[in-house]
């Protein structure tokens, strides 16, 4: 281990997608900063997960977009299906089109990009147990070393990107961080990697990502089939927390045997992970201490996709660290700008498809397949409350989905009224306080919305 120097300008704690991109940033701006990760160096990157990224990403940080050996395929857009598999939606947006990685060249190429950009310190197979404080003010870490010892490292601002389980945000003394993430607002997943062999170039519509919702064979999640390329596939199956110790049955029963007919395969790595699927933490920073990626809730509701905005939170949280230490003040009142950029962005989108997870996970399949085939709500309409926050639709938009719905009023009235509580989530966002004072008043608000929507006795009851 080279020598320790115990004492930086930021430490960023995990280098997966968030922590690298946060790392170099920070770098990029001319900070020092101790990048730390509990895998050993080889390791980092390696991940069970879906694999799936857009290219919106590579745009937004002007930076490369997978290529050589991290790239497996392209992926020209996403097809959601419906349980009974006769309506498909097509998405080509730049959320849904782009790659699908394999994944631990790709968390490689970022791990190395951000040591390059001027890494100070690069602490592998090192263990952030705790947090630091002076006055009440985050100013580092209590770490256990490669070498077994532990130690304290110094900072004036920790960068946490240590994923869902993050020890630091479970132990933080802080009013305004949730320290736990209700089960009703993770999903367990399980995945395969399945090759079918050179020779057997089996894999099916392999430009896209195929998505499929089905409340009897994933309840409350959906079924993934991601091509690598022609002959290797990424399977899996997202489900409610309640599953736990089933979900590989589950996977057996009803993703793999449905989706591979032969017995000429390999499995080229299997496991599970949870992910959250729900809005940002309320407040994604206190004194001297920033999350971001899936330590912060940073991830789609819709669909788990939490790469991307791992990364867009590594880039605030550099941003939001610089203008900090150029003031020299590590408040919350001086990070408060990160949670405005968070929340008034992908905070806007995630909390507009909480409200819409939590509706389709309310619903049954009998229900999925009507509201998908009779176009009550379509794939545009999420697309367009996800890049714009809100969504208008003509009259004659109106009175066509009445006509369409009109065997089924309970699910036309539910979709509607969840039309319009996702527009207002999605503007109150938007309209997120620029400084703390008013947080309170707008976390009430955020509730009261909720709250039309998370209805008592329903499978996800917190708010
Ligand atoms: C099965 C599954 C499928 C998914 N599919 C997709 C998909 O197709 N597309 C997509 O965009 N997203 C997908 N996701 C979500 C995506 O994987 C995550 O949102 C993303 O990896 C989050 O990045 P992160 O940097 O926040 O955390 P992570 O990638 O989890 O990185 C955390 C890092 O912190 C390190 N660490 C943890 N604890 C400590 C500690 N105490 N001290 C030091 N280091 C620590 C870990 O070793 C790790 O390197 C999927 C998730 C799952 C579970």
Not at 213 to 241: C, R, T
Not at 322 to 348: C, H, Q, R
Request: hydrophobic letters at 35%; proline letters at 3%.
């Amino acid at each position: 281990m080279e020598s320790l120097l115990k004492s930086y300008d930021v430490i960023v704690v995990g280098a997966g997608t968030g922590g690298s991109t946060a790392a170099r940033f920070a770098s990029q701006y001319g900070l020092d900063v101790c990048l730390i990760d509990s895998k050993k160096r080889d390791q980092i990157g390696d991940k069970i997960c879906g694999d799936g990224i857009g290219t919106e990403i590579f745009e937004f940080l002007n930076i490369n977009p997978p290529k050589g050996e991290e790239l497996a395929c392209h992926i020209k857009g996403a097809k959601l299906y419906s349980p009974n598999l006769k309506k498909c939606i097509i998405m080509l947006d730049p959320k849904q089109a782009g790659y699908v990685v394999n994944r631990l060249e790709f968390g490689q190429r970022l791990l190395n990009e951000a040591i390059d950009a001027g890494v100070k310190q690069f602490l592998d197979n090192t263990m952030a147990l705790d947090l630091l404080y002076k006055n009440g003010t985050v100013n580092g870490i209590k770490v256990k070393l490669s070498n077994g010892e532990k130690a304290d490292l110094h900072s004036k601002i920790i960068i946490d990107a240590s994923g869902f389980y993050s020890p630091l945000r479970r132990n933080i003394k802080s009013s305004i961080i949730e320290k736990e993430i209700s089960k009703k607002d993770s999903i367990l997943c399980y995945r395969e990697i399945v090759d079918f062999g050179l020779e057997n170039p089996r894999v099916n519509d392999p430009d896209y990502i195929s998505i499929i919702l089905d409340q009897e064979k994933a309840p409350g999640g959906y079924i993934w089939y991601f091509p690598k390329n022609e002959h290797s596939v990424n399977i899996g199956l997202g489900v409610f927390m309640d599953f736990k110790g089933k979900v590989k049955e589950l996977y057996r029963k009803n993703v793999f045997e449905n989706y591979v007919k032969t017995s000429e395969y390999k499995i080229i790595s299997s496991g599970g992970g949870v992910a959250p699927v729900r809005r940002p933490i309320w407040s994604c920073a206190d004194n001297g201490i920033m999350f971001i990626g899936d330590a912060a809730c940073q991830v789609s509701p819709l669909h788990g996709g939490g790469i991307d905005p791992s990364m867009r939170g590594g880039y605030f949280s550099a941003l939001s660290a610089k203008d900090a230490i150029e003031s020299e003040d590590y408040s919350i009142n001086a990070l408060w700008n990160y949670n405005y950029n968070i929340m008034t962005s992908i905070g806007a989108e995630f909390a507009a498809l909480d409200l819409l997870r939590i509706t389709l996970q309310n619903l049954s399949n009998e229900d999925l397949n009507f509201g998908l085939e009779k176009d009550l709500f379509t794939g545009n309409e999420i697309l367009e409350i996800a890049s714009k926050g809100t969504v208008k639709l003509s009259l004659v938009d109106l009175v066509s989905k009445a006509i369409k719905g009109i065997s089924q009023p309970k699910l036309l009235l539910d979709l509607n009224y969840l039309r319009i509580n996702m527009n207002n989530i999605s503007s109150h966002y938007k309209k997120f306080p620029k400084t703390m004072e008013k947080f309170e008043e707008w976390k009430e608000k955020t509730q009261q919305i909720y709250g039309k929507i998370r209805k008592p006795n329903h499978h996800n009851s917190s708010t």
